[in-house]
Structure formats: structure tokens, C-alpha cells
């Protein structure tokens, strides 16, 4: 896991949303990268987006649509999940 955190560049952030660039010495293999992001975001109040051009994933968090209230820290603690 560390592996994979070292190889991320967070380049934006505000504090809804994260943008961070894939910094490998290899290709990497988009491909895979998005069934696998799928299933480890899965279940998480997350929007994301992958640009190979910039070789960048976007996360977003996307709030509750029923109306309920968030927490003071929601957006925080799902990108963090993220």
C-alpha cells in the first residue's frame, strides 16, 4: 500500500474535491487502474475520474442526495477513505 501512496502527487485540492498525478517509471496500465478503483472505491460517497493524458485521478466527494445532513467532516473523511 505505501508503494502505491508513494507514487501519487496530490496536485489540487479544495475540500470537496482531490487531484492527484500517477508518477511511475513504468506505464501505467489505465486499464486495469479502473475496474480496480471500482471495487476499492465502491461503496464510498465518491466521484472519480481518470485522465491518462494528464496521468491524474480526480476524487470528488458527491454529498447526500436525500436530503440528510452532512457531518462537519464528511467530505474530509471520505477522500481520506478515497
Do not use: I
Amino acid at each position: 500500500m505505501q508503494a502505491l501512496l508513494d507514487c501519487l502527487d496530490l496536485v489540487d485540492q479544495t475540500p470537496q474535491r482531490l487531484r492527484y498525478r500517477l508518477r511511475s517509471t513504468t506505464p501505467v496500465a489505465w486499464s486495469q487502474l479502473r475496474p480496480s478503483l471500482q471495487h476499492h472505491l465502491a461503496g464510498l460517497p465518491l466521484h472519480w475520474r481518470l485522465n491518462p493524458t494528464t496521468a491524474s485521478v480526480v476524487l470528488a466527494y458527491q454529498p447526500p442526495h436525500d436530503g440528510s445532513q452532512d457531518g462537519n467532516d464528511s467530505a474530509g473523511s471520505a477522500l481520506r477513505q478515497g
